[in-house]
């Protein structure tokens, strides 16, 4: 369910691909790194994580229910969906790989 929510919270502050590149990347290298893609998405987790304790509890959810969901479990489905995106494989994402969704 958070999954599902991240990318539409985080892209809601951007307009444009090149914007979206910008704010992840911290750096200013011109490509997002791993650790630069979980950073940013990793935001409306912490947000949502009241009592900091790496968790979100059905509580935390929205709605109030559903399963149990653990920040470093969360950052995994980050990861995958990294490499998904990196299509050249070359351990960062420039502006095309970024905009496309991951497969």
């Known amino acids: 369910m958070l999954t599902a929510l991240l990318p539409s919270m985080a892209a809601a502050q951007v307009r444009t691909t090149s914007e979206y ?8 290298d ?3 790194q791993l650790v630069e893609y979980q950073n940013w998405l990793i935001y ?4 949502m994580d009241a009592n900091k304790d790496g968790r979100l ?7 109030g229910k559903g399963r149990e969901l653990r920040r470093d479990e969360q950052m995994q489905i980050f990861a995958e969906r990294f490499k998904r995106q990196d299509r050249n494989r ?8 970024l905009a496309a969704p991951p497969q």
């Open 30 to 32: 011109g490509k997002v």
């Open 21 to 28: 590149l910008a704010r992840m990347d911290s750096n200013g």
């Open 44 to 47: 409306a987790f912490d947000q």
């Open 57 to 63: 509890s059905a509580a935390e959810l929205p709605g």
């Open 90 to 97: 070359n351990g960062s994402l420039d502006a095309r790989e």
